[in-house]
């Protein structure tokens, strides 16, 4: 399974980062990310990275996101600065063996493997 951690409460222009832990071998998907939902919404991308090292991010989350994983390919990790009270959701990090980056980001609903998600609040 996965585990997300970094959430919180910030105010807006506040940074946080997100890490999500689980087994190696989930990690080596081809492709793991971050999602969010927030309330009276549907789960969307906000950032992937695939097997090649390719990533796509939500156009609303450009620039001021960032996805990354450690060497080994143990974490996967989303540092947000300058973060916006639409922001506000549950993020999710998923895996699964999917491909390229772009199809991934925009299809939550292929990942079968999930974290239980991390809260974060901007006001």
């Known amino acids: 399974p996965l585990v997300e951690f970094g959430g919180g409460s910030v105010q807006a222009g506040g940074n946080l980062t997100l890490s999500c832990a689980g087994p190696?071998?989930?990690?080596?998907?081809?492709?793991v990310g971050w999602f969010r939902q927030a309330p009276g919404k549907q789960r969307e991308g906000v950032a992937v990275?695939?097997?090649?090292?390719?990533?796509a991010y939500a156009n609303s989350v450009k620039g001021r996101f960032t996805i990354s994983q450690d060497n080994g390919k143990k974490s996967l990790y989303l540092k947000m600065v300058s973060l916006k009270p639409e922001d506000t959701g549950i993020y999710y990090c998923?895996?699964?063996?999917?491909?390229?980056?772009?199809?991934?980001?925009?299809?939550?609903?292929?990942?079968?493997?999930w974290g239980q998600g991390t809260q974060v609040t901007v006001s």
């Open positions: 990275i695939d097997s090649r090292g390719r990533m």
């Open positions: 190696e071998y989930t990690f080596r998907s081809d492709c």
């Open positions: 998923a895996a699964d063996q999917l491909y390229p980056a772009d199809y991934c980001l925009r299809s939550p609903d292929e990942f079968r493997n």
